[in-house]
Each structure stands twice: as structure tokens, then as C-alpha cells.
């Protein structure tokens, strides 16, 4: 059996900053209320030469870097969207692509905010059976292509980003302990993205005329996601300990899906513990669903909130519905240490990967050139052709 444990991470969202006072310049809203119901003050939103691949790959980039692992040596791409640019390619091929890591198989997981503990799950146990050894497991999102903007429910709460982890199979114990996954499609209305669009091209790009009458966006009650994340958040962290076989005074740190301040703070009341075990950075950058466990993880380790042996939690909630919670006991290396080994990563390298990409384009573009027609009529003409050669043997 092998364990599997985090040795990478890295964070990326766009420069660009929207405060709640501009979002009141868009919607009838104010700081004050966007701050008293929710905790976010900004939200980051992505630029127009954005994707949901490229925060994925500089997320993944920085993973790698801290993880002192090549792409070459990647078996596995997991990216955790919402937002996928396309239905295929998945963003996660894209990444791959992007990375150059060219013995990594990459596919997208749909599992709404929930995403990222559903995807760290999924690559636990692709180590554990010896089947793959390192693992880059990512959350990226772009929320702010599918918002109604005249909606002032839902357009203050989101904002762009991506995490990501590197996962590496070893024999050492330690790593992710445990995991408890669930659903219930039953509230599946509760909180929703279309895709099956009617102009998919024109929605997806960023200069596309917002709230468009064929432009699918977050649909959402309010209340009753709440009511289900914080009946949901304390259920999970108390089954995941459970199946650690620890009690939830042990925990040391609990990296939340952040999506509400509010959520969080009853849930410590329920579990007991104080508020401050529930890491927050929804101040600084909304609800970026899939993406917000790993950001807030990267956060956290950079403030030094996690020491070695630390037992650490991600709770996810979202969209499905879909919930669940990983136990992970953190590595042995002391951040500080692994700071170390962060170098700028190699952006030469990247560009390598890009040029190799166009070139394996070109190549398949020309190899097509050359190749015959598969057309039927013609095969059907050689059949007979064959036919009657035979015929005349005969
Ligand atoms: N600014 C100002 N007023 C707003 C507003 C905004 N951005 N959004 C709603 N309102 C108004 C409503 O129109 C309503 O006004 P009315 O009483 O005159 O009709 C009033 O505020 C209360 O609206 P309501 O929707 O009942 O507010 P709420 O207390 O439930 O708070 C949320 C709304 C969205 C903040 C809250 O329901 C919530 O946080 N839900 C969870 C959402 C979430 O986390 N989603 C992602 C999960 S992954």
C-alpha cells in the first residue's frame, strides 16, 4: 500500500482586483452588505487573454517547482472546473500540453466547489493501488465569464483563480489519511451552471456582450445552499475524523471551501472548536469554487499556519449537491525548508513545451496530407476491382 502525500503546491489569480465599491457601481449593492452576509471584501478577475487553462497551468507550474518535480515525470493531470473552456479538450489535456509533461494522462473532474477534495481523493487512491506516482491535482475556475452581472445575488460572491497540488506516491505513512465523499442530486436545482450552450464560442470569450439572452450563468438560492452548507460542513469534518480514528481536538487546521464567512463560523460553534482552526482568505478572494481549498492551502502554509505532522482537513460543499472532507497529515518538511527549493520555475522550459505542442500540430496536419482518403466509394471500387481479378483466376 502506498501513501500519498502533498509535496507541491501553488496558487495563481489574475492581478486585476474588483472591490465591493466597484461592484456597487454594477449592481445596487454596498460593501457593507456584501461584507456583514459574507466576509468578501474584493474578488480577482481574469483578464481577456485568460483561460481556465492558463491559471490552471501557472498554478500547476508553481506546484511543480515547490515539488522540485519535472512534467516529464507527471503520470497523472486531475483539474477540478466548472469552467472548462470546452467539453474537449479538457482543460486538463490543456495543461498538459502547456506543462509538456508527456506521460501524464489529464482529465477534468466535475464535482462543482467540491471539486478539488473530490479530485485529491480520486488521486489517493490512483497512488495507493501503485498504479500512478505523482499526481498533479488542480483547481481552477473562471467564475466571472459565467455570472449574470445584474444579478446581485450571486455576481458579489465569485472571483477567478487556481490551486494546485503535486500528490507523490511513497512508502513513508503519512499523507492523505482519509476521505468521505458524498452526493445528492436531489438538490440539484439548488445551485447551477448550464452547459449545453446555444453559441458556446461567443460565450466563452471575454468580450463577448454579457447577460447575452443565450449566455448560461449561476443560477442560485441563497438560502437554501446555506442552510445546506452549514448543516453539511460540521457532519463532514466529524465523519472524516471519525474515520482516522481521531477525535476533532486533534485536528490542527481545517482549509475550508470558501464561500461564506458566515458558513464557517457556525460550524465551528457546532464542532466546538475555535474559529480561528478554519483557515479564511474569502476577504481577499471570494468563492472561486474548485480553485478555493487549494488557494486558501497555499495561503496558509505561506502565513506558516501549518507545521509538519499537522493533521489538516479540506472541507468542500457545493453545486450537486456535492460535499465532502480529506484528512491529510501534512509532510515532514517544514515549509520554510521547502521555500527553499522554490526557484523561479523555469519559464524556458514552458516555451520549449509550447513549440513542441505547434510542432506536433504541424506534423499531424501534414501526416493527414499524405494519408489516402478513407472515402468508401473508392474502397468499394477496389472490392470490385479485387473481385474481378479474382473472377478472371478463376
Ligand atoms: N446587495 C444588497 N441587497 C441584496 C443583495 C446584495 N448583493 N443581494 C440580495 N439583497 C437583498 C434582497 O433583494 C433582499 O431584499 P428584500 O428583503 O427587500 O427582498 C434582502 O437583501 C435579503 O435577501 P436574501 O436573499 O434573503 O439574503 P440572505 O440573507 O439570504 O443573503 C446570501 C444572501 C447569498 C448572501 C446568502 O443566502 C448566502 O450566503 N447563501 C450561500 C451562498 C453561497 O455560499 N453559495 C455558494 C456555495 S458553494
Redesign the pocket.
Known amino acids: 500500500m502506498k501513501y500519498a502525500h502533498i509535496i507541491g503546491w501553488g496558487r495563481y489569480v489574475p492581478n486585476r482586483v474588483m472591490t465591493n465599491d466597484q461592484m456597487a457601481e454594477l449592481?445596487?449593492?454596498?460593501d457593507e452588505?456584501?461584507f456583514t452576509?459574507?466576509g468578501i471584501r474584493q474578488r480577482h478577475i481574469a483578464g481577456e487573454q485568460d483561460t481556465t487553462a492558463t491559471l490552471a497551468f501557472e498554478a500547476a507550474a508553481r506546484a511543480l517547482a515547490v515539488a522540485n518535480v519535472s512534467p516529464s515525470q507527471v503520470d497523472l493531470i486531475i483539474v477540478a472546473t466548472s469552467t472548462a473552456e470546452y467539453a474537449f479538450p479538457s482543460t486538463a489535456t490543456q495543461v498538459q500540453s502547456y506543462l509538456g509533461a508527456s506521460n501524464a494522462a489529464a482529465f477534468d473532474l466535475s464535482a462543482?466547489?467540491t471539486g478539488f477534495v473530490y479530485a485529491v481523493n480520486m488521486a489517493w487512491q490512483a497512488i495507493a493501488t501503485g498504479s500512478v506516482k505523482n499526481v498533479v491535482v488542480i483547481g481552477a475556475e473562471m467564475m466571472s465569464r459565467v455570472m449574470d452581472w445584474e444579478d446581485?445575488?450571486t455576481c458579489?460572491?465569485f472571483g477567478d483563480g487556481a490551486g494546485a497540488v503535486v500528490m507523490q506516491g511513497s512508502s513513508v505513512p503519512g499523507g492523505v489519511i482519509a476521505s468521505a465523499l458524498h452526493a445528492d442530486g436531489s438538490g440539484g436545482n439548488v445551485?447551477s451552471l448550464p452547459n449545453v450552450y446555444k453559441n458556446h464560442a461567443a460565450i466563452m470569450s471575454p468580450t463577448y456582450e454579457l447577460n447575452g439572452a443565450d449566455k448560461n450563468v449561476v443560477g442560485?438560492h441563497?438560502?437554501q445552499?446555506?442552510r445546506f452548507?452549514t448543516s453539511v460542513v460540521p457532519d463532514s469534518i466529524r465523519e472524516v475524523v471519525a474515520k482516522a480514528n481521531l477525535t476533532v481536538k486533534d485536528v490542527d487546521l481545517v482549509i475550508p471551501?470558501q464561500?461564506?464567512s458566515?458558513?464557517l463560523e457556525s460550524a465551528a460553534k457546532k464542532l466546538g472548536i475555535p474559529e480561528e482552526k478554519f483557515y479564511s482568505n474569502v476577504h481577499r478572494v471570494g468563492?472561486t469554487?474548485a480553485a478555493s481549498i487549494p488557494i486558501a492551502l497555499c495561503e496558509a502554509i505561506d502565513e506558516g499556519r501549518i507545521k509538519p505532522n499537522d493533521k489538516v482537513i479540506f472541507i468542500g460543499?457545493?453545486?450537486g449537491l456535492t460535499w465532502g472532507s480529506t484528512l491529510v497529515r501534512w509532510g515532514s518538511k517544514a515549509p520554510d525548508e521547502l521555500k527553499l527549493l522554490e526557484r523561479e520555475w523555469k519559464r524556458t522550459r514552458y516555451v520549449m513545451a509550447r513549440g513542441r505542442a505547434k510542432l506536433r500540430q504541424w506534423g499531424r496536419q501534414l501526416s493527414a496530407y499524405f494519408t489516402p482518403s478513407p472515402n468508401p466509394d473508392a474502397r468499394l471500387k477496389d472490392a470490385e476491382k479485387d473481385k474481378d481479378k479474382k473472377k478472371g483466376v478463376d
Open positions: 449592481v445596487d449593492t454596498t452588505w456584501i452576509r459574507t462543482a466547489c446581485r445575488q458579489i460572491l445551485l442560485m441563497g438560502r445552499v446555506f452548507a471551501h464561500a461564506n458566515r458558513i468563492n469554487s460543499f457545493g453545486g
